[in-house]
T-cell receptor, first 116, second 111 residues
Framework: DGGITQSPKYLFRKEGQNVTLSCEQNLNHDAMYWYRQDPGQGLRLIYY???????QKGDIAEGYSVSREKKESFPLTVTSAQKNPTAFYLC???????????????FGPGTRLTVT | AQSVSQHNHHVILSEAASLELGCNYS??????LFWYVQYPGQHLQLLLK??????LVKGIKGFEAEFIKSKFSFNLRKPSVQWSDTAEYFCAVNQGGKLIFGQGTELSVKP
């Protein structure tokens, strides 16, 4: 059963702690993405990676870090430097065609992070 | 940089009413356009997409969208909505391997 898994579904942390959100895909997609979804703001891109061992900052990368050591995995760390970390985090993946960019993205179920 | 604007933040309709959700993007040239839907408690999923060819694109569940290049628009339409269409709808444009999303439109359909 192909798809994207994100775990856990809900995550609670104390302020000042780093937390890592998991994202795994078995679709054999080259590209993976992390978004943050806040009410009325749509999806904002945090980081993305088009190949293993390479990633780029999105529009709101401050306070976040990622790694891409394996094609299937793209974990996101929310650091204590992120000023407003409470949000719904979505992971996505897509195929990449050289010269045409990425095609449609497939999304995971999301992780709702609450920091108090 | 590319930006996407969805004009309606919240739309309320009765069942059987017609739907049109606006989407405009800012940057011309070759674009790939998408509409995604997020039903309550479910994954974000693709409704339809436009890459090239016929500017009238048909998607799942009776939705369609029309790409009008001169207006930088990609509006979503459905002739007759159902209660089950209650969801949040996102328009997106592909730019350099990334998707740029609009703010989303929440659709509530009254039975």
């Amino acid at each position: 059963d192909g798809g994207i898994t994100q775990s856990p579904k809900y995550l609670f942390r104390k302020e000042g702690q780093n937390v890592t959100l998991s994202c795994e895909q078995n679709l054999n997609h080259d590209a993976m993405y992390w978004y943050r979804q806040d009410p009325g703001q749509g999806l904002r891109l945090i980081y993305y990676s088009q190949i293993v061992n390479d990633f780029q900052k999105g529009d709101i990368a401050e306070g976040y870090s990622v790694s891409r050591e394996k094609k299937e995995s793209f974990p996101l760390t929310v650091t204590s430097a992120q000023k407003n970390p409470t949000a719904f985090y979505l992971c996505a993946s897509s195929i990449v065609v050289v010269g045409k960019g990425s095609y449609e993205q497939y999304f995971g179920p999301g992780t709702r992070l609450t920091v108090t | 940089a590319q930006s996407v604007s969805q004009h309606n933040h919240h739309v309320i309709l009765s069942e059987a009413a017609s739907l049109e959700l606006g989407c405009n993007y800012s940057y011309g040239g070759t674009v790939n356009l998408f509409w995604y839907v997020q039903y309550p408690g479910q994954h974000l999923q693709l409704l339809l997409k436009y890459f090239s060819g016929d500017p009238l694109v048909k998607g799942i569940k009776g939705f369609e969208a029309e790409f009008i290049k001169s207006k930088f628009s990609f509006n979503l339409r459905k002739p007759s909505v159902q209660w089950s269409d209650t969801a949040e709808y996102f328009c997106a444009v592909n730019q350099g391997g990334k998707l740029i999303f609009g703010q989303g439109t929440e659709l509530s359909v009254k039975p």
